[in-house]
C-alpha cells in the first residue's frame, strides 16, 4: 500500500517568514494530494490540493508543487501569521482508490 | 466545500458504558465514511472504513466488536465504542468523500472527545 511520509514533524518560523512542508509517497498510483490544516482540537480543514496533471498551484500565500518523478510534494506558506499556528498534514489518494494516505503531521509555529 | 456534521462533539463516561459517535454528510451522499482516532499531537490513525450497507473494514489491530461501525444510509454513519476503558480515551473523527467531478475529496467531521472515568 501507499506509504507517505511528511518532514518536518516540528517547524518554528519568524512572522513574515515562508514556512515548507515536504511529503514524499510510495505508490506511483497516487494522482491527488490533498493538504489538511488542523488547529487544536479542531476538524483538519483542506486548504489546498494538487492533482497529477499540473506541478504547481498557488492560492494566495499558499502553494503546492508536485514532482511526480521524484514522489515528493510540498506545501509552501509565505508572509506567515501567527494565525498559521497549527499541525499541518499532508496525504495522498489514488483518484478511483478508496483510501486517503496521511502523512504524520507537521506542527508549525509562527512567533510573533 | 461540503459539510460534515459529528455529534456529539465532547463526551464523558463511565467506565463499562458505550458511547454512540454520530457522522452526518449534511449536503452531499457519502457511500464511504473514515473513522479515526488521534492522540495528542499526533496523527490520524484510521480504525476503519465504513461502507453503506455493507460491513465496516477494520484496520489491522482494530477490534471490531469493541468499535462497532454502522453506516446504514446515504448520510449517516455510527461509531459506538462498546464497554468502554479509560484507554478509549482519545479524539474520534470522522470523514467523508465528496465528489467534484471525477475527482473526491476528503471533509472531516468535528471530531468527538471521549473521556472515560
Known amino acids: 500500500g501507499e506509504n507517505v511520509e511528511q518532514h518536518p514533524s516540528t517547524l518554528s518560523v519568524q512572522e513574515g517568514d515562508s514556512a515548507v512542508i515536504k511529503c514524499t509517497y510510495s505508490?506511483?498510483?497516487?494522482?491527488?494530494f490533498p493538504w489538511y490544516k488542523q488547529e487544536l482540537g479542531k476538524r483538519p480543514q483542506l486548504i489546498i490540493d494538487?492533482?497529477?496533471?499540473?506541478g504547481e498551484k498557488k492560492d494566495q500565500r499558499i502553494a503546492v508543487t508536485l514532482n511526480k518523478t521524484a514522489k515528493h510534494f510540498s506545501l509552501h506558506i509565505t508572509e506567515t501569521q501567527p494565525e498559521d499556528s497549527a499541525v499541518y498534514f499532508c496525504?495522498?489518494?489514488?483518484?478511483?482508490?478508496?483510501?486517503?494516505?496521511f502523512g504524520t503531521g507537521t506542527s508549525l509555529t509562527v512567533i510573533p | 466545500g461540503a459539510v460534515v456534521s459529528q455529534h456529539p462533539s465532547w463526551v464523558i463516561c463511565k467506565s463499562g458504558t458505550s458511547v454512540k459517535i454520530e457522522c452526518r454528510s449534511l449536503?452531499?451522499?457519502?457511500?464511504?465514511m473514515f473513522w479515526y482516532r488521534q492522540f495528542p499531537k499526533q496523527s490520524l490513525m484510521l480504525m476503519a472504513t465504513?461502507?453503506?450497507?455493507?460491513?465496516?473494514?477494520?484496520e489491522q489491530g482494530v477490534e471490531k466488536d469493541k468499535f462497532l461501525i454502522n453506516h446504514a444510509s446515504l448520510t449517516l454513519s455510527t461509531l459506538t465504542v462498546t464497554s468502554a476503558h479509560p484507554e478509549d480515551s482519545s479524539f474520534y473523527i470522522c470523514?467523508?468523500?465528496?465528489?467534484?467531478?471525477?475527482?473526491?475529496?476528503?471533509?472531516f467531521g468535528s471530531g468527538t472527545q471521549l473521556s472515560v472515568l
Open positions: 470523514s467523508a468523500r465528496d465528489r467534484e467531478g471525477v475527482w473526491e475529496k476528503l471533509f
Open positions: 505508490d506511483s498510483a497516487s494522482n491527488y
Open positions: 494538487i492533482r497529477s496533471n499540473v
Open positions: 496525504a495522498a489518494s489514488i483518484r478511483t482508490g478508496n483510501q486517503f494516505y
Open positions: 449536503d452531499f451522499q457519502a457511500t464511504t
Open positions: 465504513s461502507n453503506e450497507g455493507s460491513k465496516a473494514t477494520y
